[in-house]
């Protein structure tokens, strides 16, 4: 965090740092209480970058409840593909006590489908899977984006299709295993594997007190 400050000393009033640790519970007080703080409550921001290898997705909505970015890029998780709505909850735990800069988390964040329906109602669309995270536009720069990429440009752009174009990081779980939940005819057994691989990975990984839902 030194040498980022370092790095932005040079433009004062147009870069803030704040170091913190941040957690649903204490968004307002990092964003808006701070003495160095630029923002103010439903501030409209050009992009909202979330990367917490943890609970990144309730994070997210929490601070839809405050700012209005243009974009939204969050990381999910690959393991859990569309239709299923995957995410995993906010808790007290202390993540520095498993966390590793060289350790892939798998069964943090939430899938794609659960980012689109939960952010959906915020008033964003899904445009794109970009490698691990998701991207999505406030549905008021539909118009202006269509006259960039395009007039076949439609909000929501389908989960599926996004899917189905990006790379899948698939750690922790078969390549193949997915593949299969994806395009899974019997619906009961394709959730009760994906509930039983998550739990099963949660409990390898330290995160088994930390609930989740499906």
Partial sequence: FAQLRAFFEPHPGRVQLIQG???????AEVLFSSAESLLTPQAEVDILKI????WDCIL??????LLRPRVIFI??????P???????HYSRF???????????????????????????????SLLSLD???VVMVRNDLEAPLQSVLGSDLKF?????????????????????AVRDWFFANDTYKAMDEIFSNITAISQEQGLASVPFGL
């Avoid at 997210?60 to 409840?65: D, V």
């Avoid at 202390?94 to 915020?122: N, P």
Wanted: aromatic share 16%; net charge negative; glycine share 4%.
């Fill in 156 to 176: 929501p752009q389908d989960e599926a299709a996004c899917f189905r174009k990006s790379y899948i990081w698939s750690f922790g779980v078969p390549m193949e």
């Fill in 75 to 80: 990381e999910v998780t690959h393991i859990v």
């Fill in 60 to 65: 997210a909505e929490e601070m839809l409840r």
């Fill in 94 to 124: 202390d993540w520095t006590t498993i966390y590793s800069q060289t350790t892939y988390f798998g069964t943090t964040a939430c899938s794609v489908s659960y980012a689109a329906e939960a952010l959906g109602r915020f008033g964003y």
């Fill in 82 to 88: 569309p239709p299923w709505k995957f995410v995993r």
């Fill in 21 to 27: 640790y941040l957690t649903p519970e204490n968004v």
């Fill in 51 to 54: 990367d917490v290898d943890s």
């Fill in 131 to 133: 490698t691990t995270d």
